[in-house]
């Protein structure tokens, strides 16, 4: 084998392995149960699979996140008729609890593109890493048009409190919504 196909092959491997440590990192480090990760993570997947395998939500960039069986709509639709289909196929799927919508129509706007939407979600998660109090890995964060969402379960109230403060120290942050929650100790 050459020198080049062996260095790939090594890499690959490296980055293969690499990959797997973070997500058992991030089980490790995430406040529910394996078995109740599992779960919102297969309600998530079947409410994606939902919305690509539909003609009328190809188009969507709407991301549904799950804790403990409740799910969290989050994005932009084209038409009203794409966002109660959006809501409707979620309330179909097997193990919703709740859910809860943050969407937004769809725009054109000059002054939040995708580069800025980008930029404020980079500086927010390198806020929250630098943070030794909050374990980032359980602060999920979106950008829509530059309003900033923040959620997943945290370990208590000032977690909460010091997510916030950081998402809103961001330059070009329009509005912070957070439905981060303190996780129920068993």
Request: with cysteine; proline share 2%.
């Amino acid at each position: 084998m050459s020198r080049f196909v062996s260095k790939v092959l090594l890499m690959t491997l490296l980055a293969m392995v690499m990959a797997g440590c973070g997500t058992i990192y991030k089980a490790a480090m995430d406040e529910r149960s394996l078995s109740q990760q599992t779960a919102d993570a297969n309600i998530s997947g079947t409410i994606m699979k939902r919305y690509l395998d539909d003609d009328d939500m190809s188009v969507l960039s709407i991301e549904p996140y799950t804790f403990i069986g409740h799910v969290y709509l989050v994005g932009e639709y084209e038409t009203s008729v794409q966002r109660s289909k959006a809501v409707s196929i979620a309330k179909s799927v097997e193990g919703v609890t709740g859910i809860t919508t943050h969407l937004m129509p769809a725009k054109e706007d000059p002054t939040c593109g995708t580069s800025d939407s980008l930029g404020i979600l980079a500086n927010i998660k390198k806020a929250l890493i630098s943070d030794d109090e909050i374990w980032s890995t359980n602060v999920e964060v979106k950008v829509v048009q530059c309003n900033v969402v923040l959620l997943g379960l945290v370990g208590s109230q000032a977690q909460i409190s010091k997510s916030i403060v950081h998402a809103k120290s961001v330059k070009g942050v329009r509005s912070v919504k957070s439905y981060l929650r303190v996780a129920r100790k068993p």
